[in-house]
């Protein structure tokens, strides 16, 4: 396909009331997008990680009722799933479009990852960007700046990654929406591949 970027009428698919309907929308104007950025990053992840990784563009096929508030297309080295695996994320809320380093609920060894990251403190400060952001929920939209974390906040983190059984920890990138659709879909590409580039460090150790 031609990728030319997301729109605000792709942000907007958040808004449309109903599941069938938000569902009709987004399979017909953000799907098409993101499986575009699976196929383009599947492989350049596979060369920045160092071995191969594969696309997953979310269904949302377990929704009876609730329409989704955010969609995204995820990478890991698993072939047949994603969620219990350190992976990349790339997808959209309707305020924004984020890019993620994500070890996530259903993770089996997010207390070894967490305990690893835990004495990493030094060296995160020195890999992840300040403007990066961190999350402890995939399913919230709020994130905080890396600057704005005191490394007390940081180990926080790490240590509930190891002890609560639906801890979560995301790093990555915020892009609001106002400034995610003046880029146009080559200038886009270089941005997520630039973060991917600095998350990449934050993956191999794990």
Not at 21 to 42: D, H, Y
Not at 98 to 113: G, L, Q, T
Not at 156 to 184: D, M, N, T, W, Y
Request: hydrophobic share 40%; net charge neutral; aromatic share 10%.
């Amino acid at each position: 396909m031609n990728f030319t970027g997301f729109t605000q009428a792709d942000f907007d698919v958040f808004r449309i009331t109903g599941l069938d309907e938000r569902m009709t929308a987004l399979k017909a104007s953000i799907r098409p997008k993101l499986e575009f950025l699976g196929e383009q990053f599947s492989g350049e992840l596979s060369v920045l990680a160092g071995n191969e990784m594969f696309s997953h563009v979310a269904k949302h096929a377990r929704r009876t009722v609730n329409p989704p508030d955010d969609t995204w297309v995820a990478f890991a080295d698993n072939k047949r799933g994603y969620k219990k695996h350190p992976h990349f994320q790339i997808g959209l809320w309707q305020s924004h479009l984020f890019i993620w380093y994500a070890v996530i609920d259903e993770a089996p060894h997010k207390a070894e990852i967490g305990s690893l990251l835990e004495k990493k403190i030094d060296y995160l400060r020195k890999h992840v960007p300040d403007e990066f952001v961190w999350s402890d929920d995939h399913r919230k939209p709020e994130a905080t700046k890396m600057k704005d974390l005191s490394d007390e906040q940081l180990l926080h983190l790490f240590q509930r990654l190891q002890s609560v059984k639906k801890s979560e920890i995301l790093c990555g990138v915020h892009l609001p929406r106002e400034e995610a659709v003046r880029l146009s879909g080559p200038q886009l590409v270089e941005f997520i591949h630039e973060a991917f580039v600095k998350l990449i460090p934050l993956y191999k150790l794990s």
